[in-house]
């Protein structure tokens, strides 16, 4: 089970703080992507990461703004988000991949509810 929060209002230039909080695991080895949607359009992915070896990466949307990181010990992925724009504005979702350090959107295993995240002008 995942369960995402962190969203809220925010300026633009800003910074938010998004965590996914993984239970009832059954291994260490899978992969959190961060993933966001705008009413009309795809989910699209934004970030992944991979519990077992540590690998990360990034929409080019974001590279360079937004920063995925894991504490193993609370079994939590955060997103922190800085220099926000109102194109960020989203309902973000966290997702697993389990035995897996990959995070393709049709291959994702577990979903959680998103948080919203809305970026003023």
């Known amino acids: 089970q995942l369960q995402a929060s962190g969203g809220g209002l925010v300026q633009a230039g800003g910074s938010l703080r998004l965590s996914c909080a993984a239970s009832g695991l059954k291994s260490d080895d899978y992969a959190i992507g961060w993933f966001r949607q705008v009413p009309g359009k795809e989910r699209e992915r934004v970030s992944c990461i991979s519990l077992s070896r540590g690998n990360t990466d990034y929409s080019d949307s974001v590279k360079g703004r937004f920063t995925i990181s894991s504490d193993n010990a609370k079994n939590t992925v955060y997103l922190q988000m800085d220099s926000l724009k109102p194109e960020d504005t989203a309902v973000y979702y966290c997702?697993?991949?389990?035995?897996?350090?990959?995070?393709?959107?049709?291959?994702?295993?577990?979903w959680g509810k998103g948080t919203q995240v809305t970026v003023s002008s």
């Open positions: 997702a697993a991949r389990w035995y897996s350090d990959s995070c393709p959107y049709y291959g994702m295993d577990n």
